[in-house]
């Protein structure tokens, strides 16, 4: 098992001056670094290697970030994106936060999805059969929603994060369907936006 | 098999090596465009006659300094955001305060035969919309290959990076401009220039992410 410095790692700002002191004073080549300079050249076992250990990486990520239904999602979209742009990595510096920066992106792309996708559609997927497994994760998302309006921050903890349906979401929140579908939708766009303006939120 | 680890096999598997990202490279590119660009200004005779004359006048020197240092610092900026995890907006706020600083420092260098004009004389609308114009279409190309270079790139803040591109693009063309341009006074510069320029930057900000995908 390669040593992984990823998974000690908030990914934010301080974190990931921290992760390039680190990797500067090991020579500026880290573990995953190594594997991923050896794709760039065409191994294809190192690169297997990597995008296994990156993706359970990438799950616990998105499981603090996103609804559960999503996470599935986002990790194979952050993978095509590494693949996709490997040719970027830059083998002198830490390979962290070249994928915390992409899987940050990837985020903020799964949570516009969210927004952009019909309210019915958006709304039929939004159950997660495991209530306590769904109240536990997403952390960071539920933090998030503390700087939204207090009506839209319950709509999304309601249904997207505890699994209640529209119908008792609204009965729980004495509004109207359309009310709770509204704050739904326009409380996930306004998180996406502060995502997109934010440096660092851990 | 879950389809993770079936994804992850389809990739690995005839994995074929790739060219790394260069940014000397990138950056050749760009200086060869304002080359080509500065070759056709010369080869059809638009330079400003007077060249020899006012290339060492403060007013020359302040805005041809001002616009290299600005261009140097939004194309290593536009650079830099291209791959992750960099964001360019402290680079962006670092240029917008020296550009506000070239602005101001304009004011050491206006002489007082300008001073004396008036406000409509001095601004020379006319001249002005060509001269923001003209930076406008010199940027184009420019602009096009740094589209081109974020799309193979992995910019994961695309609107900023795109908005650090536009800026590059437009302080390279109104740099190229000045040696055409016969406007002497630090106010037309800084009214007119900062028009092309922020056109051009705008432009980029709402063209480059169109489609974009990392």
Known sequence: MVANPIFRLPLGRRALQRSRASSASAGGQDAWGALMTAAQEGHGGAYRRLLTEMSNW???YFRRRLPAGDVDDAVQETLLAVHRRRHTYDPRLPLAPWLAGIARRKWIDQLRNLTQRPLEELL???????????????SVLARLLDELRPTQAQAITLVKL???SIE?????TG???SAVKMNIHRGLARLTVMLEKSDDID | MTSTDALILNLSSDLAPVRRRNMLREIALLVALGAAELGVI???GAMRPDMGLVILSPYMIWKMGSLALLAGMTC?????SLAPPASSRRGLMLALGTAALAIAGGLLVTSAADSGRSLLDRLSPVHGMLCATTITVLAMPMMAALGVLMRRAAPVRPKESALAC???????AALIFTLCCPMNDPLYIAVWYSLGVTFVALAARWLLPRRFRL
């Open chain 1, 58 to 60: 990438l799950i616990s």
């Open chain 1, 124 to 138: 039929a997927d939004i159950p997660v059969a495991d209530h306590e497994t769904a109240v536990t994760s997403a």
């Open chain 1, 162 to 164: 505890q699994g209640y």
């Open chain 1, 168 to 172: 008792d979401a609204a009965r729980e």
């Open chain 1, 175 to 177: 509004l109207s369907l």
């Open chain 2, 42 to 44: 010369l080869w059809t």
């Open chain 2, 76 to 80: 290593t900026i536009a650079m830099r």
């Open chain 2, 166 to 172: 536009g800026l590059a693009a437009a302080t390279c």
